[in-house]
């Protein structure tokens, strides 16, 4: 018998089943620092944040290469998050 694959998205991608593909004007979007977003992963694996955060609400606190760095708030911790502009969103 072969075993079967546990990777680190294995039983996960369904939830990005009908989730568009990168668009070049996303893949070019550009944020400030201190901006709010929203973290929204995309069906694009480059830079894709893990799949817990999804829908949370973050601040961007650096850029680092064509990524970027944000804080979110999870239950009593911080954390920070490397995210590519494809998976954020501008928070209203």
Not at 12 to 41: C, E
Not at 53 to 62: L, S, Y
Request: charged content about 25%.
């Amino acid at each position: 018998m072969v075993k079967p694959s546990k990777g680190a998205f294995c039983g996960n991608t369904r939830r990005l089943k009908g989730k568009s593909i990168a668009t070049v004007s996303s893949l070019v979007r550009t944020f400030n620092i201190g901006d709010k977003v929203i973290i929204n992963p995309r069906a694009n694996w480059v830079g894709m944040p893990h799949l817990r955060f999804t829908g949370k609400h973050a601040i961007v606190v650096e850029k680092r290469g064509k990524s970027y760095v944000v804080e979110l708030g999870d239950y009593n911790q911080k954390k920070r998050v490397i995210a590519g502009p494809v998976h954020l969103k501008l928070a209203k």
